[in-house]
Nanobody
Framework: QVQFVESGGGLVQPGGSLRLSCAASGFTFSSVVMAWYRQAPGKTRELVAGISSTGGSPNYADSVKGRFTISRDNAKRTMYLQMNSLRPEDTAVYYC????????WGQGTQVTVSS
């Protein structure tokens, strides 16, 4: 069955960095366009970044462009999100999922940016 396990979140000061990981299983990872999403308290889940099945064509929400980098390793069935220059407004639970398919969501990983 489909499973996503997100990790790497934590508490970081403004301006700091984190690297999130997403371990995927239960489907042909290398064939699926993937994405990172986030949900802040009291807000709807939003798309943060997407990446093609081969690792090309990364795209980002305007709010994270230039600060976040999405990547993937198909051999390891893992996707990453390098987050630099973090801001308090980046505080959210971060999730990974397929970009265009409605797969079961994982638990997410909490990112808190605060001094």
């Amino acid at each position: 069955q489909v499973q996503f396990v997100e990790s790497g979140g934590g508490l970081v000061q403004p301006g700091g960095s984190l690297r999130l990981s997403c371990a995927a299983s239960g489907f042909t990872f290398s064939s699926v366009v993937m994405a990172w999403y986030r949900q802040a308290p009291g807000k709807t889940r939003e798309l943060v970044a997407g990446i093609s099945s081969t690792g090309g064509s990364p795209n980002y929400a305007d709010s994270v462009k230039g600060r976040f980098t999405i990547s993937r390793d198909n051999a390891k069935r893992t996707m990453y999100l390098q987050m630099n220059s973090l801001r308090p407004e980046d505080t959210a639970v971060y999730y990974c999922n397929a970009r265009y398919s409605n797969m079961k969501w994982g638990q997410g990983t909490q990112v808190t940016v605060s001094s």
